[in-house]
């Protein structure tokens, strides 16, 4: 903090500026310097969210050899890039590059992975941190589910199915993608009527209707947070009609039409009428640059690369397509 005074204008300003400087001399004489002081720190590692980017932090620490928890809310792992069909400049298979990780990641003994997890809690300090994370139930056995399917063929119920964006629908009790990891089945008990149809078809009895939520604490020394982004909510912009025309979609759900294994098992189609379109608009920049106040005033960076990858994915299948 400076004090200005101006000798000319302030009557003893001579002896004022004195007294500041006099001040200012005996604190800088007080001060002494922090001390050093060392703590242990735990060597562990808690990973908050397991899509590539989390996943790649798990495998670098691990074969360090460091004790690492990687905890992820949907109860697999992947993330985004799993939902993607290639990836640019090269054009290689996504789930190529992160299906193998995916699998390193659960059977590294130095990783102990919590998937359908949150963490609820964090105390301590650097170096020596305690979270407490919740496990939700799968309803389902990990343990003893062999992953057979023979209930996902006999449930009654189909509901929204959040890996394909709305693209696809999905059975109460569901793996999120056939190359999940893990490869466990989970219930969704906010559509399940619990009919026991399941329960009765499981060859190894691993349903668990009554299973509860599980609570457990770690000890780690540091933290990663790697919790990935959501794709920007088009609806907000009305003039594209997002929402309300069903043959508007967003990129993510391009990228499930046009995945092997996705919505339409690789060939696009028109929401509405399911048949192969012949013309495309990508429009771009859509929540970018925006100056209105329902977007961000800066550039996303990613939306003209991704838009000339589909778009170039989209040319190989279809070639005589307007885009």
């Not at 959040?162 to 999940?180: D, N, V």
């Not at 060939?267 to 012949?278: A, G, T, W, Y």
């Amino acid at each position: 903090h400076c004090t200005w005074v101006t000798m000319n204008d302030v009557p003893g300003a001579t002896r004022i500026a004195k007294d500041h400087i006099r001040m200012a001399v005996a604190k800088a004489g007080a001060l002494k310097p922090l001390e050093i002081t060392t703590v242990k720190v735990e060597p562990a590692t808690l990973v908050v969210g397991a899509g590539i980017a989390g996943i790649n932090a798990a495998l670098d620490l691990a074969n360090s050899g460091y004790k690492v928890y990687l905890v992820e809310k949907s109860p697999t792992v992947g993330g985004h890039m799993a939902q993607l069909d290639k990836t640019f400049p090269t054009m290689d298979c996504s789930s190529c590059i992160t299906t193998p990780k995916m699998s390193e990641v659960a059977r590294n003994p130095n990783i102990e992975l919590m998937t359908y997890s949150e963490v609820v809690s964090l105390d301590g300090y650097v170096g020596n941190f305690q979270a407490r994370i919740v496990k939700y139930p799968h309803y389902i056995d990990q343990n003893s589910c062999t992953g057979c399917g023979h209930c996902v063929d006999i449930c009654p119920v189909e509901c929204g199915n959040e890996f394909e964006l709305g693209m696809k629908p999905r059975k109460a009790i569901y793996i999120s993608f056939p190359q999940a990891v893990p490869g466990e089945y989970t219930i969704d008990m906010n559509h399940c009527i619990r009919c026991g149809i399941c329960l009765e078809a499981c060859p190894t009895d691993s349903v668990r209707y009554d299973d509860k939520p599980e609570y457990v604490e770690v000890k780690v020394g540091t933290i990663i947070i790697a919790t990935g982004y959501d794709p920007y909510d088009a609806k907000r912009m009305q003039q594209y009609g997002f929402g309300r025309h069903k043959n508007v979609i967003n990129a993510l759900q391009m990228e499930r039409l046009l995945s092997s294994y996705g919505a339409t098992e690789g060939k696009v189609k028109r929401p509405s009428d399911l048949k192969e379109p012949e013309s495309i608009v990508w429009v771009q920049c859509v929540g970018s640059r925006d100056f209105t106040g329902r977007g961000r005033k800066y550039c996303s960076r990613v939306c003209c690369m991704y838009a000339t990858k589909q778009a170039r994915s989209y040319k190989e299948k279809h070639p005589n397509a307007k885009l």
